[in-house]
């Protein structure tokens, strides 16, 4: 069969530096994409419809950018997913009488006036980047500010 036995290599630079680490994945293309959806922490379902080099393109803009808001902000740290003592933090009552929306991270990545802006928020709040509309609304709004 065609095919059979055929494997790709992905290398993802985390920094543009020559000492910035790499990520490296091979074998068929399929157990690829999985491994790199793994790796990043992507949802599965959102994902699903990219091709391999879609979501190198998006794993590549992640690494980058956290490796640039890693370098902007000396003494960073990636706070991982579920950490309660982040997520205590992050919440907050809204006033009587306010109405919630959707997803009040929304509104904020529509206040972002930078990129620099965009990249913060990225930062303080990746747990929720893994809501696809949140996700969305951030890549729309760097698109966006990057045109302006």
């Known amino acids: 069969?065609?095919?059979e036995g055929?494997?790709?290599?992905?290398?993802i630079k985390c920094g543009a530096a020559q000492e910035d680490p790499q990520l490296s994945f091979r074998g068929p293309s399929a157990e690829v994409q999985?491994?790199?959806?793994?790796?990043?922490?992507?949802d599965r379902k959102s994902v699903s419809g990219l091709t391999l080099h879609e979501l190198v393109a998006e794993a590549n803009q992640l690494a980058q950018g956290a490796s640039t808001?890693?370098?902007?902000?000396?003494?960073a740290r990636v706070v991982p997913q579920g950490d309660?003592?982040?997520?205590?933090a992050q919440s907050t009552t809204p006033p009587a009488g306010h109405q919630?929306?959707?997803?009040?991270?929304?509104e904020q990545i529509t206040a972002?006036?930078?990129?620099?802006?965009?990249?913060?928020?990225?930062?303080?709040?990746?747990?929720?980047?893994?809501?696809?509309?949140?996700?969305?609304?951030?890549k729309a709004r760097g698109r966006a500010l990057a045109g302006s």
């Open 1 to 3: 069969m065609t095919g």
């Open 100 to 106: 919630e929306t959707e997803n009040p991270l929304l």
């Open 112 to 138: 972002c006036a930078t990129t620099d802006d965009l990249r913060r928020l990225w930062a303080t709040n990746q747990h929720a980047f893994t809501d696809p509309a949140v996700m969305d609304a951030w």
């Open 6 to 11: 055929r494997s790709v290599t992905v290398t």
């Open 84 to 88: 309660e003592r982040n997520e205590s």
């Open 69 to 75: 808001v890693m370098r902007g902000f000396p003494g």
């Open 34 to 42: 999985e491994d790199i959806a793994a790796c990043f922490g992507f």
